[in-house]
């Protein structure tokens, strides 16, 4: 199975940039589909961003859509989640999320998760 690791995160001012990675271990990247997910205090966890295997396709939240970019490496065995123009409703816990048959979205959830990765804004 796949081993997901975040990183990136932090403190940002509103405004400003963070791209968060998601690096995989103990298994061919490219054979899994990934989303990102994020969940701020108090609520559910909810859909940001996917790709598919290849990364030829993505998908989107529509808080999100024209901020946010998806990208892989599958070279590199690494997902990337660039967030521009963050505001303060971004700020959560982002999750990646693999799935080696579907691709994760607001409906369905992947079956690996990563341990998170903190994103804080500050006003």
């Known amino acids: 199975q796949v081993q997901l690791v975040e990183s990136g995160g932090g403190l940002v001012q509103a405004g400003g940039s963070l791209r968060l990675s998601c690096a995989a271990s103990g298994h061919t990247f490219s054979g899994y589909a990934v989303a990102w997910f994020r969940q701020a205090p108090g609520k559910e966890r909810e859909f940001v961003a996917s790709i598919n295997w290849s990364g030829s396709i993505t998908n989107y939240a529509s808080s999100v859509k024209g901020r946010f970019t998806i990208s892989r490496d599958n070279a590199k065995n690494t997902v990337y989640l660039q967030m521009n123009s963050l505001n303060a409703e971004d700020a959560a816990v982002y999750y990646c999320?693999?799935?080696?048959?579907?691709?994760?979205?607001?409906?369905?959830?992947?079956?690996?998760w990563g341990q998170g990765t903190q994103v804080t804004v500050s006003s």
């Open positions: 999320n693999a799935d080696p048959r579907t691709i994760p979205d607001s409906f369905k959830r992947g079956d690996y």
